[in-house]
């Protein structure tokens, strides 16, 4: 269903349906039009629109299956996978933000159930919270954020390059190759979005905290401790 969902951001499926209407009997032919950008849409259909009525996930998974393969086995979509993949990752991969605007959730609000099923006892108290009366803005502490970051990658491109060791280097190659195959998996066979690259991409920043942490220990802690 996610790959699925993603053909159809992406465009692959109405180039697919386009091509094989008519050709093969597919249940998705008479929801063409209906298909939007957006993957969730497509997973979780408006009830009464015309993909609410394919009859769910199980239901559609033989039908699904069948466009998977003939999409990785034909070169024209498979070229337009490779290329809808490429973009996707960069894209992916600059979706760094740390904190997103929290979600106001009035008492109609789906979420907003759960809140009252497991936490009925401050059920009012989280109706006057900060974060249900949009009060809470996270753009100053993604500017400290990003301000870390930057200042730090800094300092350890100026002052631990000059005493680098290899481990140093395989370290980060391996954080930016984990950023990268993260990138790569979650905006191919889901979507593009912040909460999956910011979720991980806080290993880069508290590496530098950490090195730059122990430069300072091994340079002015550790020499103390030894005239001690």
């Known amino acids: 269903m996610f790959i699925v969902a993603k053909f159809a951001e992406s465009g692959i499926l109405n180039e697919y349906l386009n091509d094989s209407c008519g ?108 974060q249900n009366n949009d009060q809470i803005d996270p753009f100053i502490p993604n500017v400290f954020y990003y301000l870390f970051f930057a200042l730090s990658s800094i300092w350890i491109l100026l002052v631990c390059s000059q005493s680098a060791n290899k481990q140093i280097f395989y370290l980060y190659l391996y954080i930016i190759a984990f950023l990268v195959v993260n990138a790569f998996v979650t905006s191919v066979f889901s979507t593009v979005s912040g909460r999956f690259q910011a979720r991980i991409f806080w290993i880069l920043p508290a590496t530098n905290a950490i090195l730059i942490l122990k430069y300072f220990q091994k340079k002015y802690i550790d020499k103390i401790q030894l005239r001690d």
């Open 23 to 130: 050709k093969k009997k597919l249940n998705l032919c008479a929801c063409k039009n209906d298909i939007t950008p957006y993957p969730w849409d497509f997973m979780w259909p408006q009830a009464g629109s015309s993909l609410s009525n394919l009859g769910g996930w199980e239901k559609c998974k033989p039908e699904f299956n069948m466009i998977i393969h003939d999409v990785f086995t034909t070169p024209k979509y498979t070229k337009m996978f490779i290329e809808k993949a490429a973009t996707s990752t960069i894209r992916q991969l600059t979706e760094i933000q740390d904190l997103g605007k929290p979600i106001n959730m009035p008492p109609g609000h789906l979420e907003r159930a759960f809140v009252k099923e497991y936490f009925d006892d401050e059920d009012k108290e989280f109706l006057r919270s900060k």
